[in-house]
Every structure is written in C-alpha cells, then in structure tokens.
C-alpha cells in the first residue's frame, strides 16, 4: 500500500514539474515585443499611426493616441487622406508626409500574381 501512495505521490509532483517548463502558447514570439515595435516606427520621435476606422460616412485614424477626423488637424498638420493602412498628413507649407499602419511590413505580389496579370 505504502509503495502504491509513494508511487502516486511521485506522479502527482512530476506532472507539476512537466507543467512548469511548458511554453505559454498565447505568448507571441521572440522578437514581437511591443516596445522594440513601437522603437522601430518611430526612430525620429514623430507621429505614429495606430489604428485606420473607414466606413462608408467617416474616415478616421489614431495618430499617437489621439482620434483624428479626415480634414482635421493633428497638431500643425491636417490629415488629408485616410487609406486602407495609411494615412496622409498635410502641413501649413503643403508638403506631404504618409504614415503607414505597418511600416515594416513590405507588400510584394504574389509569385503567380504578375504571371496571370500578363496576357498572352
């Protein structure tokens, strides 16, 4: 009986053992911090594009925790266009500047793409 207790209190302290080391699944990768994110979309200090709200009557982003309006300002600058995941900021001297919602993300065609675009 004593061997059967000894044995079942062995198991029962390697399952806590084993369930220790496990990995959180709904961790994300290393590497996909938010901070070091954050650091790369903004080396200069500027504006960050946050998140894009389009709808068939508003066009809206949130450029650095404030919610802007299309043709409003933020800061000196009025936002001029609102896209699908970028945004166009005007300044008084017109000159553009274009926020991207995922700047380190480079968009590429598909490897049939350009193939089926073509005709023959």
């Keep these: ?42 080396p200069s200090g500027g504006p960050v594009l946050q998140s894009i709200f389009l709808s068939p009557t508003r066009r809206a982003a949130i450029i650095s925790g404030q919610l802007v309006e299309r043709g409003a300002h933020y800061g000196d600058a009025q936002l001029a266009d609102v896209g699908h995941d970028y945004v166009v900021l005007r300044n008084a001297a017109g000159m553009l500047q274009v926020l991207k919602l995922y700047p380190a993300v480079e968009k590429r065609p598909a490897k049939g793409a350009r193939d089926a675009a073509e005709p023959d």
């Excluded at 062995?10 to 901070?35: E, K």
């Design 1 to 42: 009986m004593t061997r059967r207790l000894v044995f079942a209190a062995l198991w029962f302290y390697c399952a806590f053992a084993v369930a220790q080391t496990m990995r959180d699944p709904t961790r994300p990768p290393p590497g996909l911090g938010g901070v070091q994110a954050s650091a790369a979309q903004t």
